[in-house]
């Protein structure tokens, strides 16, 4: 389903600041698979995301869904075969607009927006009845301003939306993180709902290890912008999430012998 | 009472120009400052057409079509070539003054001689009144007057109506999210860029086409009749604001409205008490600069007062 080759982002790119964010990752996932992506902060997992979603272009490497390449298709381009998950409630809703007005913007994901009236009457039940199935008393509220729920509330119906047409691929980019813990525990079993009922091919994105561990069939580590490690299959099915933070410390140990071996250098030839 | 009379034709005229920086500013928090330069390029377009025979209604459609053309200009220098919004504005703006001097010809274009929507709105009115001049609660009024009243009230209801409908559409809630949060919109197949440009153009096509109303009311086209007009414009969608006080569009658009009659009321009045003409402009900025400041000052004085 998604298919990502050797891809390579330098940010600010000649400068001081210059961020080798990735550096040649390859990723193969298949149609229907749930796969979970950790990795330090600065490994690259938000860059890889963002850059299948097209939020900015790649320096190099192809990336393709569904068969098709769409390493140079704009981000709205794209957003006919993605749904996307923000870590920030805020970034997935119109605050000032109703849950009604939001959800409808959301059926239309990718299918041309004309002069048809966004909320006909029809429309307005089926809205109710999904936003009903979330179990948050929400169906009284769909005349309100959206940026009037809490960010559990607004999280939960973005993801409504992400996958009311039903996406080749849903994007979540560490979509529980700014949740308090209550709100985090619902967003995450209504993702689980969600995506197997749908049998949606899925790119979770968590710094949570009991979210690793527990959720998906696949977990992908990453590391300084490039795949460190891949379990799937068997390997996936045994680890735990002691195995998980073991393979951290690894990396963080590396680092530092990094660091002090550069030290050295310098202490002898500097 | 012809002076209120005509404070509330201006103010329903200008509130069109208005409901187009309600656009820019409000949906898309653009400082369009294109508008300065539309509104006369509304009017200019309308006058060079009017005096060449031309229909009122095509002349003020023509006005509509060419700020929209301007509009799209500023649009794509800011979402193509990534020019900063007020300066993609100021570009288009200059730009537009050389050109409104070569649509009209001169400076100033009279239009006192010619058939204007104001003509008609004189018949409708002789027709209600059956005179040139009638009593309206005792006051003397004329029938140019109430028929232009009437008239651009009318349209004022219809083109209101238009937005109103307009942004309860699928397109038109896709250009409203697109102010209101770039990024989801995005993530539901929204090229932005397009919406900006969309609306962009519809903004100054309305600015442009208050610009054709007025020069008919007023009787004449001039150069250097739109300095200031996106000032007047803003004061009226903040005093809309305060006036309803909601972010629903139907509630919005009649604030605004209601902004720009009671904003030209003020003024008229203003100017009745002996405020100099001169000072107009310094008094709307001054009105704007407080309308920004202000609730921000209250906010902090408000949490000063609870934090001690």
Same mark, same amino acid.
């Given at each position: ?45 938000? !860059? %890889? *995301?963002? @850059? ?13 869904? /569904?068969?098709? $390449? ?87 119906? !973005? %993801? *409504?939306? @992400? ?13 529980? /993180?700014?949740? $308090? ?90 | ?308």
């Amino acid at each position: 389903m998604l298919q990502v080759r050797e891809l390579r982002k330098t940010f600010f790119e000649g400068t001081p600041n210059e961020v080798r964010a990735l550096r040649g990752v390859s990723l193969d996932i298949e149609d229907g698979s749930f796969v979970i992506v950790i990795g330090t902060n600065g490994s690259g997992k938000s !860059t %890889l *995301l963002n @850059a299948v979603a097209g939020s900015f272009y790649v320096d190099r490497g192809t990336i393709s869904i /569904a068969e098709k $390449d769409v390493t140079r298709w704009p981000e709205h381009r794209r957003a006919s075969m993605i749904g996307r998950v923000f870590q920030n409630p805020f970034s997935g809703t119109a605050p000032t607009m109703t849950v009604a007005e939001n959800l409808a913007l959301a059926a239309r994901r990718g299918l041309r927006r004309g002069l048809g009236r966004l909320l006909p009457a029809r429309i307005q039940n089926e809205l109710r009845d999904r936003v009903a199935t979330l179990n948050m008393q929400l169906e009284n509220r769909m005349h309100n301003p959206i940026g009037t729920l809490s960010g559990g509330q607004r999280q939960a119906l !973005t %993801l *409504l939306m @992400a996958t009311w047409r039903r996406p080749d691929l849903l994007l979540l980019d560490e979509h529980t /993180a700014a949740l $308090d813990p209550k709100s985090a525990d619902q967003i995450v079993r209504l993702t689980e709902d969600v995506v197997s009922q749908h049998k949606l091919t899925t790119l979770m994105v968590t710094h949570s290890m009991q979210q690793a561990a527990t959720l998906g069939d696949r977990i992908v580590m990453m590391n300084q912008g490039s795949v460190y490690a891949d379990y799937s299959g068997a390997r996936r099915r045994h680890v735990r999430a002691e195995d998980l933070v073991r393979r951290f410390d690894e990396i963080r140990r590396d680092e530092l012998l990094d660091a002090s071996a550069a030290e050295m250098l310098r202490d002898a030839y500097v | 009472m012809t002076l209120l009379l005509s404070a509330w034709t201006i103010g329903l005229i200008l509130s069109l120009l208005s409901l187009g920086i309600y656009i820019s500013y409000r949906v898309f928090r653009f400082a369009d400052i294109t508008a300065d330069g539309s509104v006369t390029f509304g009017a200019a377009t309308a006058a060079a057409l009017l005096t060449r025979g031309v229909h009122p209604v095509t002349a003020s459609i023509a006005a509509f079509v060419a700020g929209g053309l301007a509009g799209i200009c500023t649009g794509v220098l800011h979402t193509r070539f990534k020019i900063n919004q007020l300066l993609s504005g100021i570009l288009v703006m200059t730009a537009l003054y050389s050109i409104n001097l070569h649509v009209m010809g001169s400076s100033n274009l009279p239009l006192l001689s010619v058939t204007t929507i104001t003509t008609y709105a004189q018949d409708l009115g002789r027709k209600i009144t059956g005179h040139d001049s009638a009593t309206l609660l005792g006051w003397p009024v004329s029938a140019r007057d109430v028929g232009s009243l009437i008239v651009v009230g009318s349209i004022v209801l219809i083109i209101a109506l238009i937005a109103w409908l307009f942004f309860n559409t699928n397109l038109g809630s896709a250009m409203r999210a697109s102010g209101d949060n770039e990024q989801m919109i995005r993530a539901l197949g929204v090229s932005v860029e397009n919406m900006i440009v969309l609306g962009l153009c519809i903004a100054n096509g309305l600015v442009a086409f208050a610009g054709a109303l007025l020069a008919q009311y007023q009787g004449f086209a001039d150069v250097q009749m739109g300095i200031g007009m996106i000032v007047w414009g803003l004061a009226s969608v903040i005093i809309g604001r305060a006036l309803i006080g909601t972010d629903s569009v139907g509630a919005a658009l009649i604030g605004t409205i209601m902004g720009s009659v009671l904003f030209r009321l003020i003024i008229a009045l203003a100017l009745r008490w002996g405020l100099n003409p001169n000072d107009l402009k310094l008094v709307t900025a001054i009105f704007v600069f407080g309308a920004l400041v202000l609730p921000m000052t209250l906010q902090k004085v408000k949490r000063h007062a609870a934090g001690s």
